[in-house]
């Protein structure tokens, strides 16, 4: 019985080696593997002995040889195959242990080559791991060190006769199979999008390649399955956060949690955020952290119970305490002074969340699954001017009123369609969302804004197609309005906030989110 051994992550490998040798199997290695085997004492044949051939081309000709993968791709079962390597003096080989080269790791490197990178793309044990799992009723193939425990324990219990029989059942060989496919798939992956510099929507493929941190309790609802995933060429972002306190999180958690990140991350101001049900419900910029906190609280503090907080900078002890007395299922900031830690940690119910910055491709954009397939789109974060916005009324915009409306409708691109946003002193005092028709969304923005409302800047993610929206906010007292334009009906549009003695301006740019 012959093992090949050639692994890059070798955890383990000493001891897994070490059951195999008492099965009474050969082991087969080379380079780095070999020399580690061969110090802790034991017995190893280099496979250049096996091959007759040594390695090429510092080591990039290693495994890539016919002895070696007809050993591995050879059926037991088949008597014309067994007849085959008797034939040509080729021994089968029976359990393949490897993993690949560090490419992920090589790429995250700041300032990395092409050159280096391109030496840590693995050709050998690719191919080697595939051989061995395609033929996994004769060949138990083994890729995560995590395994080396259990599979090592169960060869040497169940090897007799110098045969590796029943070892491992055949269901257990396919799940190692899966994992050992699932494990150069991710790899081959992080190798395509790495050499589409970010052009991912130029191909005619697309592949993801994420791997699963854990599984969750349940997903949205309880009689849901949930797992999470990180995207290995991502260095930050929600899934790959710190989790300083609290309990697990759930499925709808990391949605709200990314939902009030990527709006706070949005403002180079210091903000803060509360999130429900995906849409922010209060946000504020302001040089204060916890005035912009407690004008975030502010904008609906009957929603904000039960929700997620985020915020752009390092969590303050002053802020800490005026967040008593709100329940948050989730704090999200990049990080927490010593004493804010220690007074938010006192919520037995909250999850504290240390974040980066979101890195790798994907940061920029957009990925959701359909009946059928995917969608793939680049993420809306256009880099915007309010300079360059046209004002279509008679009234121009003042000086505060051109602040609001800069403020709502950097806020609105974060709101659900049909988006209204309410502004006013860098604060959102009032949204609508989800509605089939825009006016229902401006009077719920309107009612949850209440006496706030004077005064305040509208505005809107897409055109206003009829002048009764200019007229509903109007009535409330709002004066300035921002939206893309675009409509049929522009003309009467701006009219009725004319003679509402309102202002407009169209920012040429529209911002769905569905």
Avoid at 18 to 47: C, D, M, N, Y
Avoid at 114 to 131: C, F, H, K
Avoid at 235 to 253: C, D, K, P, Q, W
């Amino acid at each position: 019985m012959k093992a090949l051994i050639s692994a890059y992550d070798r955890s383990g490998v000493i001891e897994f080696a070490g059951k195999l040798v008492e099965a009474g199997f050969e082991i087969i290695s080379t380079g780095g593997t070999r020399a580690e085997l061969a110090s802790s004492g034991l017995p190893v044949t280099l496979l250049s002995d096996v091959t007759g051939f040594p390695e090429l081309l510092d080591g990039r000709v290693k495994t890539l040889h016919p002895v070696v993968h007809a050993g591995i791709l050879a059926r037991r079962d088949e008597e014309s195959h067994v007849a085959e390597l008797s034939e040509h003096g080729i021994d089968g080989i029976d359990v393949v242990v490897g993993n690949l080269y560090p490419f992920v790791e090589t790429v995250s490197k700041p300032d990395v080559s092409l050159e280096e990178a391109l030496e840590n793309i693995d050709i050998g044990g690719p191919t080697m791991i595939r051989a061995a799992a395609k033929n996994f009723p004769s060949v138990i193939v083994v890729v995560d060190p995590a395994d080396f425990a259990w599979v090592g324990e169960r060869i040497l219990a169940r090897t007799k006769g110098g045969a590796i029989g029943d070892a491992l059942t055949l269901d257990e060989r396919k799940g190692l199979a899966l994992k050992a496919f699932r494990h150069v798939a991710q790899y081959d992956a992080a190798v395509s999008r790495y050499l589409s510099d970010g052009d991912l929507l130029s191909g005619s493929e697309f592949a993801v390649g994420f791997e699963k941190i854990a599984d969750m309790r349940y997903g949205e609802n309880p009689h849901q399955k949930g797992s999470v995933y990180r995207d290995p060429l991502a260095a930050g972002g929600i899934v790959n956060a710190e989790r300083l306190h609290g309990i697990e999180m759930s499925f709808t958690n990391y949605l709200d949690a990314e939902a009030a990140w990527s709006a706070v991350t949005d403002f180079s101001e210091a903000a803060a955020c509360i999130v429900k049900h995906l849409n922010p419900c209060g946000l504020a910029i302001h040089d204060d952290q916890p005035m912009a906190y407690k004008r975030a609280l502010e904008g609906d503090p009957v929603s904000a119970y039960g929700g997620i907080v985020a915020y752009n900078r390092t969590l303050t002890a002053e802020t800490a305490k005026v967040m008593r007395g709100v329940l948050y299922h989730v704090i999200v900031a990049p990080d927490y002074e010593p004493e804010a830690l220690d007074i938010l940690k006192r919520r037995k119910e909250a999850r504290i969340l240390k974040v980066a910055a979101t890195g790798g491709d994907l940061s920029g954009f957009d990925l959701r699954l359909v009946s059928g397939g995917a969608l793939l789109q680049t993420a809306d974060n256009i880099e915007e001017d309010a300079a360059s916005w046209k004002v279509v009324t008679e009234r121009q915009p003042t000086e505060r009123e051109l602040a609001d409306l800069a403020f709502a409708w950097k806020v609105c691109k974060h709101i659900k369609s049909n988006a209204i946003v309410l502004g006013k002193d860098n604060t959102l005092v009032g949204m609508g969302t989800g509605q089939p028709n825009r006016v229902t969304s401006i009077r719920l923005a309107i009612e949850t804004a209440g006496d706030k409302v004077a005064g305040s800047a509208l505005a809107s993610d897409a055109f206003m197609p009829f002048a009764d929206n200019i007229e509903a906010a109007a009535q409330a007292g709002i004066t300035s309005i921002a939206q893309p334009g675009g409509s049929m009906r522009d003309d009467e549009v701006i009219e009725a906030a004319n003679r509402e003695g309102m202002t407009m301006v169209f920012t040429g740019v529209r911002h769905f989110r569905h």
